[in-house]
């Protein structure tokens, strides 16, 4: 789970021209901020649509980075240096939106990670485990519009309320979330209009940095490359990408990566030919040979695969079945129509 070291707070208001810079870190004593801090973190930390990146040698970010890390700037004074280019930036944009700045240090632990709708029993409790690799995160968290009432005289009145922040497990569009040990970067970002140019202010401007494709962008091209060559060669394609969602959980376990060449190779590891057409459409598809995945992202992702049969059934079952034979078969008949058999079965329940 994930242990806070600190975590800051900064407030643009760009309708009245306005900036509120914090001077100390948010308060991670406090119950209910404490727990939105994690969760918001956990769902950056998990996020599969998260593209990854490096340092380019000419990112000045990456150097007041490391002179933080070394001990050369104070969290908050470092905070406030982020927030202060990210207000003279993003005040030139196009579209102006109110937004918070949200900084944090942070330790991912290697314990289970807890499910965000978890009580805040369960995030103490994963708050004091063991330690894991150090992290350090900026999200841009979009005010909402909300409405509240107000009680008082003779007449309760409805007011509007601009200061209401993102819900905790909402999915934002704008953070990065920097490994401190290796530098490694996951982060996602919108187009802005910035002038008259159409950039993503955070690889572009701030970081600095490469930008490749998320582990979701990878897995579901590698999904979809295992479903055209399993059909082209007359295989079950629902068989073939059930095993490759399998290869993509076993390989994120071992090595918090995927290989794509390597999925291919597992799945149709019978198929010396069925393999060189896959490696030459990865290539094609000019995936890269291996992309980072972290394993809780890819349980998630690979962990059940649903079909659906033009008859309208819909079935939905673990990835790892597709390669047991005797719990979920397929057989083509002399007609080209598919006979599905589950087995193995001591219990059956409505859901």
């Not at 969760?39 to 599969?48: D, E, G, S, T």
């Not at 994963?126 to 330690?131: I, R, V, W």
Request: with cysteine; net charge negative.
């Amino acid at each position: 789970m994930l242990k806070v070291s600190q975590a800051i707070l900064h407030v643009f208001d760009f309708e009245e021209g306005s900036r509120y810079f914090s001077e100390r870190p948010l308060d991670l004593e406090a119950r209910a901020t404490k727990s939105y801090v994690q969760r918001r973190l956990r769902k950056i930390v998990a996020n599969p649509e998260s593209n990854h990146g490096e340092f380019t040698q000419d990112s000045g970010f990456a150097g007041e980075l490391e002179h933080y890390l070394m001990g050369g700037t104070e969290f908050a004074e470092f905070s406030v240096r982020i927030a202060d280019w990210f207000w003279n930036e993003l005040r030139r944009a196009e579209d102006l939106e109110q937004v918070d700045l949200l900084a944090a240090d942070f330790i991912d632990t290697d314990a289970a990670p807890v499910d965000a709708a978890a009580s805040d029993a369960e995030f103490d409790a994963a708050f004091d485990g063991p330690a894991g690799k150090r992290f350090f995160a900026i999200a841009l968290l979009p005010r909402k519009q909300s409405f509240v009432h107000e009680v008082g005289g003779s007449a309760n009145e409805i007011l509007r309320m601009d200061t209401t922040l993102p819900n905790p497990t909402a999915k934002i569009d704008t953070y990065a979330l920097i490994d401190c040990d290796s530098f490694a970067i996951d982060f996602h970002d919108k187009e802005r209009t910035i002038g008259t140019e159409s950039v993503q202010v955070l690889p572009d401007k701030f970081l600095q940095c490469s930008a490749a494709a998320s582990t979701r962008e990878v897995f579901d091209e590698v999904s979809v490359i295992v479903s055209d060559v399993a059909e082209e060669y007359g295989l079950t394609p629902a068989v073939e990408v059930g095993r490759a969602k399998a290869v993509v959980a076993q390989q994120a376990d071992r090595d918090e990566v995927v290989q794509p060449a390597e999925v291919g190779r597992v799945v149709f590891e019978d198929r010396p030919d069925v393999q060189e057409v896959f490696e030459e459409r990865v290539r094609e598809a000019k995936l890269p040979e291996e992309a980072p995945v972290r394993r809780g992202v890819a349980n998630r992702l690979a962990k059940n695969h649903k079909i659906k049969t033009d008859t309208g059934i819909e079935i939905t079952f673990p990835s790892d079945l597709a390669d047991k034979p005797g719990y979920l078969d397929f057989a083509t008949g002399a007609d080209g129509t598919i006979t599905i058999s589950i087995g193995n079965v001591a219990h059956i329940e409505n859901k």
